[in-house]
């Protein structure tokens, strides 16, 4: 009886757990920073496990930390809405106290990991999580420039991956930084858009216009236009040692009129569904990119 309740508990830790960091926005922002992080070294700072992998586990705890002081602020308020109400906190499940030392602990340990790689990555981790919890948090219910904040601390991961294989923050890692910054606005307003109801019972602001409306679907289409262009910068050549081959570049703007044509069709039919299609389409879309952008480095 002891070890089915040990065993239960256990697994009911290691669940909260997941839900609290949000293991899977976690993961995949991690898939951005180790995209970084490969695309970064060279015969001047060689590829090193011992690197990516403290890169890897303090990222997650820098993304962890994030979401976990995120539902300690917001617990009140995510109780009202359907998708976050079954969270470890307003559930109940776990106290506002014991999510606030995790959160803490997450900090110490990923700060820590990436000063080890070197103190630019560490600093680039600290800005992240404090914008993300100090400003954006806070703003979500007073304006939809939220979604502008928060778009800071959203681009980090990309740019963070290089700065820890190369110890610097150049025109490369700004460029990473750039493409990954213009990315979170399609992608935030087309889950701002078919969550729209759900994100109004607790009184966040998350569309530019505050509506579902043609503005709001203008506005989507514009940033998937200057999303493009920040993704084929590499192609130019002004961009230092990141750089694109017209192959690459060919691909890439073809992955980029792929979202471009869900952004229209966001905006003429303007419905959740679209939507939430647009939303799948720009978790696809810098997934791939970045795998390009990967594969062209190491197939030149």
């Avoid at 009886?1 to 290691?14: H, I, Q, R």
């Avoid at 990309?158 to 213009?182: D, H, K, R, S, Y």
């Amino acid at each position: 009886m002891n070890t089915t309740t040990n065993t239960f508990s256990l697994k009911t830790v290691f669940t909260d757990f997941k839900e609290i960091t949000k293991a899977g926005l976690a993961i995949s922002v991690l898939f951005s920073s180790i995209a970084g992080y490969l695309l970064g070294f060279n015969e001047e700072q060689p590829f090193q496990w011992s690197v990516l992998i403290m890169l890897m586990i303090g990222g997650y705890c820098m993304v962890g930390a994030s979401n976990a002081f995120n539902q300690v602020i917001e617990r009140d308020l995510d109780k009202l809405m359907d998708r976050t109400k079954n969270r470890p906190v307003p559930s109940g499940r776990m106290s506002p106290t014991v999510a606030l030392i995790v959160a803490s602990l997450l900090t110490i340990v990923g700060i820590a990991l990436l000063y080890a790689i070197n103190p630019k990555t560490a600093m680039f981790g600290a800005i992240s999580i404090f914008l993300y919890t100090s400003v954006y948090t806070p703003l979500k219910t007073v304006t939809s420039l939220s979604v502008f904040v928060g778009a800071f601390p959203g681009a980090i991961p990309f740019m963070l991956g290089w700065v820890a294989a190369t110890g610097n923050f150049g025109i490369e890692a700004g460029t990473l930084f750039l493409i990954q910054f213009f990315w979170q606005f399609p992608h935030f307003w087309a889950i701002g858009w078919f969550l729209y109801e759900d994100y109004e019972k607790a009184g966040f602001f998350m569309l530019p216009t505050g509506k579902k409306d043609k503005g709001t679907a203008l506005q989507v289409i514009l940033y998937t236009v200057w999303l493009i262009i920040a993704s084929l910068l590499p192609m130019l050549g002004y961009t230092g040692k990141l750089f694109l081959s017209p192959i690459a570049a060919v691909l890439v703007f073809l992955l980029g009129l792929w979202m471009l044509f869900y952004s229209v069709r966001l905006y003429k039919v303007r419905t959740a569904k679209a939507a939430r299609t647009l939303m799948l389409v720009s978790v696809s879309y810098i997934s791939l990119l970045q795998l390009v952008y990967i594969f062209d480095k190491f197939l030149r």
